[in-house]
């Protein structure tokens, strides 16, 4: 099975930095997702690692540690309108390759 | 227009009654997906379809079903109904390598 744990809610304040972690236990391992959820909507692709190292998009970059089953995503430049869930999703190496997403870090930024 | 399409939005109804929702995509993708989401909770994967023949349980598919109509259409239903399925369901899809996901707009409902 999968075990997969991130922080249910982080605050930080517009312009900012701000780190959300997502550590996990699997059998196997085959990429981990960072999906971003505005309250009442689809959650959408943020980005996706497989490799160890930083992946940078833009204000957004998503760090994996296989070794460490530990992953982050990095927020800079915090605007208000980052203020949503955060998921974070591991995909197994065998089976359906279908990803097991975590309960979400529900991010507030506030002025 | 979007891509994954859900019908109805938001829906209510009764303990007992049989309910249908729908999804409907034009990404062309061959796989598609249920998921439930309930606060605290995240998303918990319901049903899945590899293609149109395929269909497989997720973790928690008691008291669901689905059908695949075509490849672009993918249906979940609630037999009769209960109040702990009260919840906010997604459809998704993907290609075929089950890597990016992209999801419907969700259908929320309350069993009462």
């Known amino acids: 099975g999968q075990n997969i744990d991130q922080p249910t809610e982080m605050t930080a304040t517009e312009g900012a930095i701000v780190q959300i972690n997502c550590t996990y236990q699997t059998s196997g391992f085959n990429g981990l997702f960072w999906y971003q959820q505005h309250a009442g909507e689809a959650p959408t692709f943020l980005s996706y690692n497989v490799l160890d190292g930083l992946e940078e998009k833009g204000r957004f970059s998503s760090f994996l540690s296989r070794s460490k089953g530990y992953s982050y995503l990095l927020l800079k430049e915090l605007q208000m309108k980052d203020s949503a869930s955060y998921l974070c999703a591991v995909r197994r190496g065998r089976g359906s390759y279908i990803p097991t997403f975590g309960r979400g870090t529900s991010l507030i930024v506030h002025p | 227009d979007a891509d994954v399409t859900q019908t109805p939005r938001n829906r209510i109804t009764k303990t007992g009654k049989r309910i249908m929702l729908e999804c409907s995509q034009t990404k062309g993708h061959d796989r598609m997906y249920w998921y439930r989401q309930d606060p605290g909770l995240g998303l918990r994967l319901i049903y899945y379809s590899f293609d149109v023949k395929d269909i497989n349980k997720g973790e928690i598919s008691d008291g669901y079903s689905v059908s695949r109509q075509a490849q672009a259409k993918f249906s979940l239903s609630l037999e009769s109904a209960i109040p702990n399925q009260t919840a906010l369901y997604f459809c998704?899809?993907?290609?075929?390598?089950?890597?990016?996901?992209?999801f419907g707009p969700g259908t929320r409902l309350t069993v009462t």
């Open positions: 998704a899809t993907s290609g075929e390598d089950s890597y990016e996901q992209y």
